[in-house]
């Protein structure tokens, strides 16, 4: 089976960085995935890493470090809009593409 | 990136009734889609794998009598719940994968279902 784990849930000020950190362990490994999803909404995608190391796109930042069964989604120059719930994901080495989804890490911005 | 609809956003149905939800993928084919279920501050739960033209698969513990699920075309699925009971109210999403890399999920907005 897969166990993904990442924090409940975190804050963070305006304009400040953030770190949210997943762990996994699986059967084999064929990508990490992040989402953002907010309140009521379906989840959007924002990286993907199959490869070890930092993935930058804007604001955000993605790290994988596959011999630690570890990643973290790095927001910068933080927004309150960014305020909602970010999922990692991981696709196991069976074959499917299909990944399993963390619980999500609920970010609140606050001014 | 690819857009998927769903249909309904929202709906409220009294127990023992059936409801049909829609998902469409807008701008592109797909021959799979997927169909998940969320309850509140916990994680998207896969409930199974829309196959075009074929029969759904199913993750362990749904019942597939219960969830009925049609792929009829390239761009649309549909997932039925049959005799909807409160505990069947939750939040609905679809996806379909995208042609990218890590052929990441594009998800539909979700349907939340109440059942009263």
């Known amino acids: 089976g897969q166990n993904i784990d990442q924090p409940t849930e975190m804050t963070a000020t305006e304009g400040a960085i953030v770190q949210i950190n997943c762990t996994y362990q699986?059967?084999?490994?064929?990508?990490l995935f992040w989402y953002q999803q907010h309140a009521g909404e379906a989840p959007t995608f924002l990286s993907y890493?199959?490869?070890?190391g930092l993935e930058e796109k804007g604001r955000f930042s993605s790290f994988l470090s596959r011999s630690k069964g570890y990643s973290y989604l790095l927001l910068k120059e933080l927004q309150m809009k960014d305020s909602a719930s970010y999922l990692c994901?991981?696709?196991?080495?069976?074959?499917?593409?299909?990944?399993?989804f963390g619980r999500g890490t609920s970010l609140i911005v606050h001014p | 990136g690819a857009v998927v609809s769903q249909h309904p956003s929202r709906v409220i149905c009294k127990s023992g009734t059936s409801v049909k939800i829609e998902c469409r993928s807008l701008d592109f084919q797909a021959t799979t889609m997927f169909w998940y279920r969320q309850f509140p501050k916990k994680s998207l739960m896969l409930m199974a794998t829309s196959n075009e033209g074929s029969k759904a698969t199913y993750e362990q513990g749904v019942e597939k009598d219960k969830f009925l699920i049609n792929h009829a075309s390239l761009t649309l699925s549909t997932l039925t719940v049959t005799s909807a009971h409160p505990e069947d109210s939750s939040f609905y999403i679809c996806?379909?994968?995208?042609?990218?890399?890590?052929?990441?999920?594009?998800f539909g907005p979700g349907t939340r279902l109440t059942v009263l």
């Open positions: 890493n199959v490869l070890d």
């Open positions: 996806s379909a994968p995208g042609q990218g890399k890590g052929y990441e999920q594009f």
């Open positions: 699986t059967s084999g490994f064929n990508g």
């Open positions: 994901a991981v696709r196991d080495g069976r074959g499917s593409y299909i990944p399993t």
